[in-house]
């Protein structure tokens, strides 16, 4: 099922409405996204390529908890976070309920096209360019298997 905004009011493809707004509020924009990973040895450079940026945090918050922040694009921050207690030794999966994956946004397919040649220049494995209705994208994995793509809307 597709879904479209009208005015103020998200529509399913038999023309249903399926989300009304009430006009006196706006939801707020995305602010943060903290992943939690195995090892900050591996993962910090890893985004620092990825992202080709330094982080703008790297510290302890308290004696059980380290956190590196990026700061990105239009202004959200991606965490990194070690807690004391190790993760399980089980890898990432977008089949257990929680995170699926997490998408970056760029203009268009071009820009996309771009992005997937800068992966293959990192040495960073994906599925190609994939292209739907709704937009295109190209999905890959971190140290940690945590899904994440690069996706553009439909021209």
């Known amino acids: 099922m597709a879904v479209h905004l009208a005015g103020d009011t998200w529509w399913d493809d038999n023309k249903t409405p399926i989300l009304k707004g009430s006009g006196t509020m706006t939801f707020p924009p995305l602010a943060h996204v903290a992943l939690t990973v195995r090892d900050l040895g ?21 004696p059980d908890f380290h956190h590196t922040v990026f700061l990105i694009g239009n202004g959200t921050l991606i965490g990194l976070h070690r807690h004391q207690t190790p993760a399980p030794k089980d890898q990432f999966s977008e089949f257990h309920v929680g995170l699926d994956h997490v998408a970056f946004g760029c203009a268009d397919r071009a820009e996309l096209e771009t992005w997937a040649d800068r992966l293959d220049e990192l040495g960073i494995e994906h599925g190609g360019i994939k292209d739907a209705s709704y937009g295109s994208g190209v999905s890959f994995r971190d140290p940690d298997g945590i899904a994440l793509e690069i996706f553009a809307p439909p021209s």
Do not use: H
């Open 42 to 62: 591996i993962s910090v450079p890893w985004y620092e390529a990825l992202f080709d940026a330094k982080p703008v945090i790297d510290e302890d918050t308290d």
